[in-house]
């Protein structure tokens, strides 16, 4: 009996290291997408492979807070590598031209511009991460945050199993 707990517990702990794991969104930042308390299972295979997309929901842990290991932040892919990003007047623009989506429920007020109310120059590393709830989100927007860089970048927000009447693969 011992032998076999030992070898599903070792089973275990490397699929949650390598395969996917459980989270629980904390706070109104993804909103509509997701809520506070949905419960999903973030993917972390396919970007061993391949790198993040644009629209992509991913979890990344934030720079200042690399040495706490529970810390981590979800948000949706805008700027790719290389590419410029402003905020202006409410829109995301990359490379100058408007970016068409309709994640966000409402314009980004200036306020919430941040850094992105200036071009940035996205390295060949680097992702600009914003929340769906525009005006009520720390992301890529914010100072402390930034433009993220791929190794913080964990894995891929892929099925919401919680709460239950929200059972789906999400969309990217």
Known sequence: MGIYFIVILVIFLFLQHF??????????????TLSHEDHLI???VSYRFEEPTRFDIVVFRPYESQEKEDTYYIKRVMG????RIQVIDGQIYINGEILQEDYGTEAINDFRAGIAKEEILLEKDEYF????NRN???DSRD?????VKRDT????????????SKLEVLDH
Not at 19 to 27: L, Y
Not at 80 to 83: L, Q
Not at 153 to 164: E, F, L, Q
């Open 19 to 32: 395969v996917g794991q459980h989270i629980e969104v904390n706070g109104s930042s993804m909103e509509n």
């Open 42 to 44: 973030l993917e972390k």
């Open 80 to 83: 790719m590598p290389g590419e």
């Open 129 to 132: 991460l914003i929340g769906d």
């Open 136 to 138: 009520n989100s720390t």
């Open 143 to 147: 100072e402390t945050i930034g433009p």
């Open 153 to 164: 970048i964990i894995g891929r927000a892929w099925v919401r199993i919680w709460p239950i």
